[in-house]
């Protein structure tokens, strides 16, 4: 059976500082995958999706990039985060219907 | 623009009656559409879909309904139990499309 796994539980960084969240997923081959991010009172924004190996689309502009260098794994990244990036992040893989991982919490502070 | 709306954020249905999410969308192209339920510092998990070629789908105590004219969907819970009590999403997407569409979502109570 499938199974998606992202790491951090949670997560308390400095303003300006670096970002790396990694997610992968176990028992397929060439799934999509998803980064969503979740904003208090928000709802699930998409946030990147890839449909395979080094290819990125990007849905919103932002302080964030993502990253697939392997078939399963899937990392969302940031150079110098902004308050503004706090929230709980899902990675998500999908074929037809989406499952999420367990989430990350972002503080940045 | 939101694609996908979830104008109640929240309810509150005493157990054993029947609670009823609602949700507009605004792409007529989503031909598939799904509910997810979420807890606290979990990610969604997958409750029950329903595919443009049919009105209503059931599973248990879940139903949902789509009404394409409208544009509109909606999950009843019959009965509603205090461990249904969390956010529902309601989501959209196109068959063999790569992006699901997620509403704001909608914080269901459940008193006992």
């Known amino acids: 059976s499938q199974t998606i796994h992202q790491w951090p539980a949670t997560l308390v960084q400095p303003v300006g500082s670096p970002l790396s969240l990694e997610c992968t997923v176990e028992g397929t081959s060439n799934p999509n995958l998803y980064w969503y991010r979740q904003a208090a009172g928000r709802g699930l924004q998409l946030l990147f999706y890839s449909v395979g190996i080094g290819q990125i689309s990007s849905e919103v502009p932002q302080n964030l990039s993502a990253s697939r260098p392997q078939d399963r794994q899937f990392i969302l990244s940031s150079k110098k985060l902004l308050l503004s990036d706090s929230g709980f992040y899902l990675c998500?893989?999908?074929?037809?219907?989406?499952?999420f991982g367990q989430g990350t919490r972002l503080t940045v502070v | 623009d939101q694609q996908v709306k979830q104008n109640s954020p929240s309810l509150s249905v005493q157990e054993g009656r029947i609670s009823i999410l609602n949700c507009d969308y605004t792409?007529?192209?989503?031909?598939?559409f799904l509910w997810y339920k979420k807890y606290p510092a979990e990610g969604p998990t997958f409750l029950i879909s329903?595919?443009?070629?049919?009105d209503k789908n059931e599973d248990g105590r879940f139903t949902v309904f789509l009404n394409k004219s409208a544009k509109h969907l909606s999950l009843h819970i019959v009965p509603s139990q205090p461990g249904d009590s969390a956010v529902y999403f309601c989501a959209a997407s196109t068959i063999g499309g790569f992006k699901t569409i997620f509403g704001a979502g909608t914080r269901l109570f459940v008193k006992a």
């Open positions: 998500a893989w999908s074929e037809g219907k989406a499952f």
């Open positions: 329903i595919s443009s070629i049919k």
């Open positions: 792409n007529s192209m989503f031909d598939y």
